[in-house]
């Protein structure tokens, strides 16, 4: 199996989740002032979850960056706002099909 896209895929969705809890506790919060290598997280986002990553080989993806800046932002403090417990849901992505769905698990 590929491991390297089995790590991008578990960091993207990590990324993603995080972002859009930020998003629900901190109005209109995008994380914007993370930098990884001089770039935001929405940039290695667009770069981690494009369909070259998703047809990758491992030494593409090892290579590329992406699991080492999706894991400094997801490994990142949250400032900005208080942190309290939200109700819990689930992301569900397809990073291939660039699909997501949200479920409540309360």
Known sequence: ???????????????????NATAALSSGGACSTF????????????????????NANRATISGSGCIEALNA????????????PSKGFLVLIDECNHTEALRDFD
């Not at 770039?39 to 290695?44: S, V, Y």
């Not at 932002?73 to 309290?84: E, Y």
């Open 35 to 54: 930098q990884y290598n001089g770039m935001t997280i929405q940039q290695w986002i667009a770069i981690c979850d494009s369909t070259d990553m998703c």
């Open 73 to 84: 932002f997801n490994n990142s403090v949250d400032v900005g706002f208080a942190q309290t």
């Open 1 to 19: 199996s590929n491991q390297p896209y089995v790590s991008l895929v578990r960091q993207l969705t990590a990324a993603k989740l995080n972002l």
